[in-house]
């Protein structure tokens, strides 16, 4: 916090009419100091002002059509990681605020906010809170288990290029069925450490740590074992 307990808040926004009544709206409010303003095409000195005057919530405004405030929330996130940025004036539709959010805003307002929304967003985000809706959040943890996926399927050699033999290959369909390893060794007639000895082999060639996820390989490459002359032996 600024001096006095009170929330420090530089507010960047193109129209000077917009921050002046924003200013001069906080003053009736003891915990909410305005210690700086700019609009987007002020950028010689933003970044020394913000190092300077250490502010707690920086509003910045999208800046439509162009959205400029992306690129220059990246920017003071750069040159003071600690500032909560609050991005305004962003359309009502998931891309935008996704967009935000990606950017390094810890909240953000649509164009349809009220000024007691704008408040109340500076006031959590001093306290350490990052908003977004429910709906949101979802779209978020659905984006992050999406890259995750990719990421993993990118570290994965293909299936091409994997010198499986078919016991082994046929050991991984009866992992993916749901067979123990006991399973295995009965149903093809093996010794159980011979059993074990194929799947660890499985696990180095193909990367993975876990049967369950030889199980995902084999459903995710549609592997069988009559598809083994697909397979370099």
């Not at 740590?209 to 995710?220: G, I, L």
Request: charged fraction near 20%.
């Amino acid at each position: 916090m600024s001096q006095q307990d009170s929330i420090g808040v530089f507010v960047i926004h193109q129209d000077r009419i917009w921050r002046e009544a924003v200013i001069r709206s906080f003053a009736r409010f003891r915990d909410i100091q305005v210690i700086g303003e700019s609009d987007q095409q002020q950028q010689h000195d933003l970044a020394g002002q913000l190092v300077a005057q250490k502010p707690d919530v920086v509003l910045l405004d999208l800046d439509l059509p162009t959205r400029a405030g992306l690129t220059q929330a990246r920017r003071l996130l750069q040159c003071r990681p600690s500032t909560r940025v609050l991005m305004i004036g962003i359309p009502n539709n998931d891309a935008e605020v996704i967009a935000a959010i990606e950017a390094g805003a810890a909240g953000y307002l649509t164009c349809d906010s009220s000024f007691d929304d704008l408040t109340s967003n500076i006031r959590a985000l001093a306290a350490g809170k990052t908003l977004c809706s429910q709906r949101i959040a979802r779209l978020l943890f659905t984006r992050v288990a999406k890259s995750a996926q990719l990421i993993k399927a990118s570290r994965q050699p293909a299936a091409a290029d994997i010198h499986l033999t078919p016991r082994e290959l046929q050991i991984m369909t009866l992992i993916e069925e749901g067979l123990s390893n006991k399973g295995i060794a009965r149903r093809l007639s093996i010794e159980l450490q011979t059993v074990k000895n194929h799947v660890h082999n499985i696990l180095v060639k193909l990367s993975l740590h876990r049967r369950t996820e030889v199980a995902h390989y084999v459903r995710q490459h549609g592997l069988s074992y009559q598809s083994s002359s697909t397979l370099s032996v």
